[in-house]
C-alpha cells in the first residue's frame, strides 16, 4: 500500500491558521511562566530604578529624567535577550528542540509566534517599571504617540536579537554565558540612565551602532519633551538590528542539518 | 564441626588534631582536584565582575567625587568576596545535588568540619584575586591612595569566611537546588543594589540602612574597608562581633543539618 504524500499546504489562510496554532501553542506552553515573568521583570526593572539612584547619589532633576526614562528600555532587554534565547537553550537541553521544527508549520510562522508572544509579554512588566520609576523620581512624562513604535520596535528588535542568539549558537551553554555578559554589559557600560555624553569618545561611538542607546533613545523621545534631540537613526538602529536578527535566524533556521 | 564466627575488628575510630590536619588537606586536595577545570575560569569571571563595578559606574559620572571613588573601589572588592562565599558557593552545591554527586561527598571518611575548613580555603583561593584585582584597578583608575594596615588579613578571612558559611548552611539546609539557585540569584541583586557597599550609606534611605546595621553586608563592606583607608570608617569593632554572631549562627545551622542523620 503507498500512501500519496498530502499536497503542500501553503497560501495566506494556511500561514495565518498556522499562526494562530503556534501562537496558542507558545502560549500554553508558557502560562505557568508568564505571571513569574512579569513578577520578576517588574521587580528587576523597578529595582533598577532604585539602585542606579543609590550608586549615583544625588542628581538634578535632568539626571532623575533620565533614569526614569530609561528604566523601560532596561525592563525590555533582559527579557528579549536573556529570557528567550535561554527558553531556546533549555529546549536544546531538554532535547526537545527538534519536535519544535517538527510541528508542520511554516518554519517563519514559528518564529514569527515567538516574535509576537514576547514582544507583548514584555509590555505589562515594562509600564510596571516605568511606573516605579516616575514614583521614584518624580518625573512628569509627556507621553506621544511615538511611544507605539518605540516600544513595538524595541521589543520586537530584543526578542528578534534574543531569538537569533537562541538558534545561531549551537551550545546552550554558551548561550547562557553571553547573555550573563549582555546584561552585565547592558547595566554597566551603556547609556541607557544616563546622558551619551559623558562616556567616553570611543565607547559612545561603539553605542552609536548598538541598539542599547537606540532602545533607550527612541523611548526617551516618546516620553519626554527635549531630552531628545533627534530619534531618527536610533530607529534606523533598531530596525537594522531586527532585520540581521532575522536573517541570522532564517539562515540557522532554514538550512537542513 | 562447628564453624568459628569470623571476627573482624573495627579500625580504630581516628580522631584527634593530627587526623584532622591530615583530613583537611585530603579534602583541600579533593576539592582543588574536583575544581581544577572551572577554577581558573572563576578567578578570571570575579576578576572581571569586580573590575567591571570599578569601571563601569566610573563610567557614569562625569566626575567621581574622591570618596565615592573610594567607597566604589573597595566595594567593588568586598562584592567579589562575598558574591563568591554566598553565590557561587551554594551554586556549586547545588549543582552537586543536580548531578546525583551531593551524597557521595559525604560519605567521604573524613570529619565533616574538614570539609567545611576546605570549602572557605577553596572560595579564599577563588576570590582573592579578583579582591586584588579590583583595587589595583580602582587605584589605577581612580588615581586613589590606599592605605593597607596588617588589619586586612583578619578583615578579608573574616569577611569571607562569614558569608562562605552563611552560603555553606543555606544550600546545605535548603533540600530543593532550584530555590538554592534562585535564592542566591536574589541575594545577588540584594548585594549589588541595596546594600551599602559599592556606594556610602547616605544614599540609601534611613530605614534600609538602619536595617544593614543588622544584616552582615555592611559590616563585612566596613571591616574591609577600615583596613584599606585611613579615616573612613571607624568604630569596627562592633562591625566584627555583628559579623561573629552570623558567621555563628551560619556554622549553627550547617552543624545541624550536617550533623542529623537521614
Same mark, same amino acid.
Given at each position: 500500500?503507498?500512501?500519496?504524500?498530502?499536497?503542500?499546504?501553503? $497560501?495566506?489562510?494556511?500561514?495565518?491558521?498556522?499562526?494562530?496554532?503556534?501562537?496558542?501553542?507558545?502560549?500554553?506552553?508558557?502560562?505557568?511562566?508568564?505571571?513569574?515573568?512579569?513578577?520578576?521583570?517588574?521587580?528587576?526593572?523597578?529595582?533598577?530604578?532604585?539602585?542606579?539612584?543609590?550608586?549615583?547619589?544625588?542628581?538634578?532633576?535632568?539626571?532623575?529624567?533620565?533614569?526614569?526614562? $530609561?528604566?523601560?528600555?532596561?525592563?525590555?532587554?533582559?527579557?528579549?535577550?536573556?529570557?528567550?534565547?535561554?527558553?531556546?537553550?533549555?529546549?536544546?537541553?531538554?532535547?526537545?528542540?527538534?519536535?519544535?521544527?517538527?510541528?508542520?508549520?511554516?518554519?517563519?510562522?514559528?518564529?514569527?509566534?515567538?516574535?509576537?508572544?514576547?514582544?507583548?509579554?514584555?509590555?505589562?512588566?515594562?509600564?510596571?517599571?516605568?511606573?516605579?520609576?516616575?514614583?521614584?523620581?518624580?518625573?512628569?512624562?509627556?507621553?506621544?504617540?511615538?511611544?507605539?513604535?518605540?516600544?513595538?520596535?524595541?521589543?520586537?528588535?530584543?526578542?528578534?536579537?534574543?531569538?537569533?542568539?537562541?538558534?545561531?549558537?549551537?551550545?546552550?551553554?554558551?548561550?547562557?554565558?553571553?547573555?550573563?555578559?549582555?546584561?552585565?554589559?547592558?547595566?554597566?557600560?551603556?547609556?541607557?540612565?544616563?546622558?551619551?555624553?559623558?562616556?567616553?569618545?570611543?565607547?559612545?561611538?561603539?553605542?552609536?551602532?548598538?541598539?542599547?542607546?537606540?532602545?533607550?533613545?527612541?523611548?526617551?523621545?516618546?516620553?519626554?519633551?527635549?531630552?531628545?534631540?533627534?530619534?531618527?537613526?536610533?530607529?534606523?538602529?533598531?530596525?537594522?538590528?531586527?532585520?540581521?536578527?532575522?536573517?541570522?535566524?532564517?539562515?540557522?533556521?532554514?538550512?537542513?542539518? | 564441626?562447628?564453624?568459628?564466627?569470623?571476627?573482624?575488628?573495627?579500625?580504630?575510630?581516628?580522631?584527634?588534631?593530627?587526623?584532622?590536619?591530615?583530613?583537611?588537606?585530603?579534602?583541600?586536595?579533593?576539592?582543588?582536584?574536583?575544581?581544577?577545570?572551572?577554577?581558573?575560569?572563576?578567578?578570571?569571571?570575579?576578576?572581571?565582575?569586580?573590575?567591571?563595578?570599578?569601571?563601569?559606574?566610573?563610567?557614569?559620572?562625569?566626575?567621581?567625587?574622591?570618596?565615592?571613588?573610594?567607597?566604589?573601589?573597595?566595594?567593588?572588592?568586598?562584592?567579589?568576596?562575598?558574591?563568591?562565599?554566598?553565590?557561587?558557593?551554594?551554586?556549586?552545591?547545588?549543582?552537586?545535588?543536580?548531578?546525583?554527586?551531593?551524597?557521595?561527598?559525604?560519605?567521604?571518611?573524613?570529619?565533616?568540619?574538614?570539609?567545611?575548613?576546605?570549602?572557605?580555603?577553596?572560595?579564599?583561593?577563588?576570590?582573592?584575586?579578583?579582591?586584588?584585582?579590583?583595587?589595583?584597578?580602582?587605584?589605577?583608575?581612580?588615581?586613589?591612595?590606599?592605605?593597607?594596615?596588617?588589619?586586612?588579613?583578619?578583615?578579608?578571612?573574616?569577611?569571607?569566611?562569614?558569608?562562605?558559611?552563611?552560603?555553606?548552611?543555606?544550600?546545605?539546609?535548603?533540600?530543593?537546588?532550584?530555590?538554592?539557585?534562585?535564592?542566591?540569584?536574589?541575594?545577588?541583586?540584594?548585594?549589588?543594589?541595596?546594600?551599602?557597599?559599592?556606594?556610602?550609606?547616605?544614599?540609601?534611605?534611613?530605614?534600609?540602612?538602619?536595617?544593614?546595621?543588622?544584616?552582615?553586608?555592611?559590616?563585612?563592606?566596613?571591616?574591609?574597608?577600615?583596613?584599606?583607608?585611613?579615616?573612613?570608617?571607624?568604630?569596627?569593632?562592633?562591625?566584627?562581633?555583628?559579623?561573629?554572631?552570623?558567621?555563628?549562627?551560619?556554622?549553627?545551622?550547617?552543624?545541624?543539618?550536617?550533623?542529623?542523620?537521614?
Amino acid at each position: 500500500m503507498t500512501l500519496a504524500p498530502s499536497a503542500v499546504r501553503s $497560501g495566506a489562510s494556511y500561514w495565518w491558521q498556522s499562526y494562530v496554532s503556534m501562537l496558542r501553542f507558545d502560549v500554553t506552553n508558557l502560562r505557568t511562566y508568564l505571571g513569574f515573568l512579569l513578577v520578576v521583570q517588574t521587580l528587576m526593572g523597578g529595582g533598577m530604578a532604585y539602585m542606579y539612584g543609590f550608586y549615583l547619589g544625588e542628581l538634578p532633576p535632568v539626571g532623575q529624567a533620565y533614569i526614569a526614562t $530609561g528604566i523601560p528600555a532596561l525592563a525590555l532587554i533582559p527579557l528579549g535577550m536573556v529570557w528567550v534565547p535561554s527558553l531556546i537553550g533549555q529546549h536544546k537541553l531538554r532535547d526537545t528542540y527538534d519536535f519544535l521544527w517538527s510541528i508542520p508549520v511554516p518554519r517563519i510562522v514559528s518564529a514569527a509566534s515567538v516574535f509576537t508572544t514576547f514582544s507583548i509579554a514584555a509590555l505589562p512588566g515594562m509600564v510596571a517599571s516605568l511606573w516605579i520609576s516616575t514614583v521614584r523620581y518624580d518625573v512628569e512624562l509627556s507621553v506621544s504617540w511615538l511611544i507605539v513604535p518605540a516600544v513595538a520596535l524595541s521589543s520586537l528588535m530584543a526578542t528578534s536579537v534574543g531569538f537569533g542568539l537562541g538558534h545561531v549558537i549551537s551550545d546552550p551553554r554558551v548561550t547562557n554565558l553571553v547573555t550573563n555578559v549582555l546584561v552585565f554589559f547592558v547595566l554597566l557600560f551603556s547609556p541607557i540612565v544616563i546622558p551619551i555624553v559623558v562616556f567616553p569618545a570611543w565607547l559612545a561611538s561603539l553605542h552609536r551602532v548598538l541598539p542599547f542607546y537606540a532602545m533607550a533613545t527612541v523611548i526617551r523621545d516618546a516620553l519626554t519633551d527635549g531630552l531628545v534631540d533627534s530619534a531618527t537613526s536610533a530607529y534606523v538602529v533598531l530596525g537594522a538590528w531586527t532585520v540581521g536578527a532575522w536573517i541570522a535566524a532564517a539562515w540557522v533556521v532554514g538550512r537542513r542539518r | 564441626m562447628t564453624q568459628r564466627p569470623v571476627v573482624v575488628a573495627l579500625p580504630e575510630k581516628r580522631t584527634g588534631a593530627a587526623n584532622w590536619v591530615r583530613a583537611f588537606r585530603a579534602m583541600l586536595r579533593w576539592e582543588i582536584t574536583g575544581f581544577r577545570l572551572l577554577l581558573p575560569l572563576m578567578v578570571v569571571v570575579q576578576f572581571l565582575f569586580g573590575a567591571g563595578f570599578v569601571l563601569g559606574i566610573g563610567l557614569f559620572l562625569t566626575e567621581m567625587p574622591p570618596r565615592s571613588a573610594l567607597f566604589l573601589t573597595t566595594g567593588a572588592g568586598v562584592i567579589t568576596l562575598i558574591v563568591v562565599g554566598l553565590v557561587l558557593g551554594p551554586q556549586l552545591i547545588a549543582n552537586q545535588r543536580q548531578q546525583g554527586i551531593y551524597d557521595f561527598i559525604w560519605s567521604l571518611p573524613v570529619p565533616r568540619s574538614t570539609a567545611a575548613a576546605a570549602w572557605v580555603v577553596l572560595s579564599m583561593i577563588i576570590a582573592v584575586p579578583g579582591l586584588i584585582g579590583a583595587l589595583a584597578l580602582g587605584v589605577w583608575r581612580f588615581d586613589l591612595d590606599l592605605v593597607i594596615s596588617w588589619e586586612i588579613v583578619p578583615a578579608v578571612t573574616v569577611t569571607l569566611a562569614t558569608a562562605t558559611i552563611l552560603g555553606y548552611a543555606m544550600a546545605h539546609a535548603i533540600p530543593n537546588p532550584d530555590v538554592t539557585q534562585i535564592l542566591s540569584q536574589i541575594l545577588i541583586f540584594v548585594v549589588v543594589g541595596f546594600a551599602p557597599i559599592n556606594f556610602p550609606p547616605e544614599n540609601l534611605p534611613a530605614w534600609l540602612a538602619e536595617l544593614h546595621e543588622f544584616l552582615p553586608f555592611t559590616h563585612m563592606a566596613r571591616v574591609v574597608r577600615s583596613a584599606l583607608t585611613d579615616g573612613l570608617v571607624t568604630d569596627v569593632g562592633i562591625s566584627y562581633l555583628v559579623l561573629g554572631v552570623w558567621a555563628g549562627v551560619g556554622s549553627g545551622v550547617a552543624i545541624f543539618v550536617l550533623g542529623r542523620r537521614r
